[in-house]
């Protein structure tokens, strides 16, 4: 026995509308896991055509969402959805066998899709927008958890007017969360108060981008051992700082953008389409602009600690700790980058042992010393060999200047009358 549900995608997230059981098949047959819709997304999900149960049911009951992963986009690919080109959305219908959890029982049927109006796509793909926005915010939430930041301390100790206006921001968009949790729907008098809270939440994180900026440089690799340390040390304390408040930034802004949607779900359905549409495209050029400064920092701290790395041998205590500085900037990166969805992953650097380098660098001052001596060795055998080619190029000149009968050994009667002629001369032949 097989059931058909339909399938609706956005290219982060999954929805499988139809029988909750079948539709829970489907995704675990993607290698995803299943999450229920919210109660509040019931009346998107009953428009899209499913008959079930009033109440808080029918969202239970009605289908699964799911995450996207990049293994499983591209199963999804393979199945040929068709894209509607006002919303975006891509569509399609499967039949998911009875059995579950064996690969290959979920088959592709073209065309078979039920045709879902226009109106009824723009509020299912805002409901997984705000799916997605909300599976967000939740791993901001743990995230600063986990690492106990109190961003709130972090804004106070500054003297920016517009950080300590951010802490009133917060508090407001917490409220407003809070209601459109428990209600489904978020009211003017609410939305009034927090409609100018974006310009500040976006002062803030350009403000906390700027301050990673400026630790990105500050550990930069062109400095003396001990500066380098000293940098670290205070670069370590104001990434896990300001990492925080630029995590808390995207999480308020990801609220926002929820609250948004449902004003504009409310207050103009016609526009909600576009309107989701321009939201996401906002949220992956921020991510964007997050991922590079983000970046950034982690490469600083990775030339920082091969810098370190390198002074192993004149500063044998200094760098094994700034190398330990250096991965723990990277770490915090890493980890901020998978909270965010930026899916980085920074490289630990392994500290290198003061004995391996001094090995390394007794080798190199051998290998440099028997080069030497070699080429030592090939000048002085040179410079033998051009000495005793001089020579022989000066006598060669000296012969070509002197008389036939001059010359060095010589055999030319010349030679022997110049002897008789000086033996004529001499005292002895005088006396005689």
Known sequence: MSQEIQIVSDGDSISAIGDAQAAKRFLASLGLKAEEFNARHSEAL?????????????????????????????????????????????????????????????EFEKGSFKRINPGTLAGLGTAMLQMEMELAMQEIQDYLATIDAKVDDVLRAQKDAVLSNMIGVEILVDDAMDEYRLTGHIYQVTWEKIQSSALIIAQTQA?????????????????????LLQSLKKGRVSTQEWLA????????????????????QTTAPDELDQHRLS???ARGHRLDRIASIVDRLAASAKGAG????????????????SVELANEIGARASEFSRTVELDRQVEAIEARPWKDAAQEAGGKLIQTSTQGLNEAKQWGTAAIGGAVTVSEQAIRNLRHRLPAG??????????ASAAGQA??????????
């Open 46 to 106: 009953a428009a899209a055509g499913v008959t079930l149960q009033a109440g808080s049911t029918m969202a239970q009951e009605c289908g699964r969402w799911a995450k996207i992963t990049a293994d499983s986009a591209q199963k999804i690919k393979e199945f040929g959805l068709m894209t509607s080109k006002r919303s975006g959305l891509q569509l399609g219908a499967v039949q998911v066998k009875e059995r579950s959890g064996i690969k290959g029982l979920v």
């Open 207 to 227: 403000y906390a981008l700027r301050q990673l900026e400026a630790t990105a440089e500050s550990v930069s690799a062109k400095q003396s051992s001990r500066d």
């Open 245 to 264: 408040v630029l995590a808390r930034s995207v999480q308020l802004q990801d609220a926002s953008a929820m609250l948004e949607l449902d004003r504009v």
């Open 423 to 432: 033996d004529e001369t001499s005292p002895d032949s005088q006396r005689s």
């Open 306 to 321: 091969d810098a370190a790395n390198r002074q192993i041998l004149l500063h044998p205590s200094n760098a094994p700790a």
């Open 406 to 415: 001059d010359k060095p050994g010589s055999d030319e009667p010349g030679a």
């Open 279 to 281: 939201l996401k495209s």
